[in-house]
């Protein structure tokens, strides 16, 4: 079946708030095996409203829109979606219980026109919304269904997932399974190279590359009546993924971050960390520190921003900053061996770069970032080149890190396992 999602709101075409439901909506869709050809925005407009629901109706099975459903006269969801269905409101009299209770327990009183959310259109199925005052709405129409939820997302969200969910998944013969297998240290490009063959002779499963900051992700997608017959056929493309990227994939969790798999590998190593940044100013330390349990193996984040610092808190030599430059593979490299000194970490990832807009030279171009890192003794710098702004080049620095610190760790245990070496 498809799906049709269309989204209300004039401060949505405004760009006054981000429009979150739609890849919220998308998603979910996509998980219980519906099509999405169309998303739609349109303001608070009846005509334009009226003309977007009977053009969604015209080529999709089920219309989910959000927003509009509120007290105000130009919350005009409803009554539009109702009018092209040829559907009259009525009242509902347990909504207008259920909005009284809502305001009686805030001790507010409500305005008359919040007794407008409780007029529903004939024949609808009415769903609860224990979070605010509109009720969200199913209309059945010639085997159209047509979905109204409210647009806050701390709304929409928990109807979606109580109400809406369960009614979809009784209208749909499959399921569709994904499985990502996130990547980093590939880049995009060649990450596609390494899957032509298999994208090529695709059927089901499918296979779809998506590019993230400094990381590759390769979703697996497959059809089948039920999920446990579609993770069977997802399975063995996940394990031939594995096989062609081996130490380079670091999850096929979804919810598993590169950040948290980096913890996840300091902690299972017993390793302590520390940052040492320079243009991204605390940005790698922030990213792992969004990760709990990071308390059991972060030890400390220096910023040395400035030339004194790196020579006051990490002892670089003056002479040294002014021979190689403080952005330079040397500086780098005596970044993170200083933070070692200082901290006693195990590990220690140094940053220094040139983030822009100014700052860069012929020798020395905007994005130039050198990344060091320490692993108990070893030290290893990466040259990096990054273009865009100056957040675009501090975001692609971080992540490029993260990269690094994992390719060092993994490297290390790999020497050490191998070459009869102990830490």
Known sequence: MVVEIISVGTEILLGN??????????????GLGFSCYYQDVVGDNEERLCETIRTALSRADILLLSGGLGPTQDDLTKETAAKVLGKSLKLHEESKAAIREFFEKRGIEPTDNNWKQAMVPEGCIVLANPNG???GIIMEDNGKHVVLMPGPPNEMIPMFEASVMPYLSKLQSCVIFSQTVKICGVGESKAETMVRDLIDSQSNPTIATYAKTGEVHLRVTARAEDEKAARKLVKPVVKELKGRFGSHVYTTDDEVTLEKSVVDLLLANSLTISTVESCTGGLLAARLINVPGVSEVFKSGYITYSNKAKRRLLGIKK???????????EIASQMAKGAAMVSKADVVVSITGIAGPDGGSQEKPV????????????????????????SKVRENTVSSALSLMRECILEYYSEVTFGGKEK
């Open 133 to 135: 005052t509109a009720p």
């Open 319 to 329: 002479n040294t900053l002014l021979k190689y430059g403080a952005v330079s593979e």
């Open 367 to 390: 994005g130039l970032v050198y990344i060091g890192c320490n692993v108990c003794g070893r030290m290893k710098v990466k040259k990096c080149h990054f273009s865009g702004d100056r």
């Open 17 to 30: 708030i981000v429009n979150t439901n739609a890849a919220y909506l998308s998603e979910k869709c996509a």
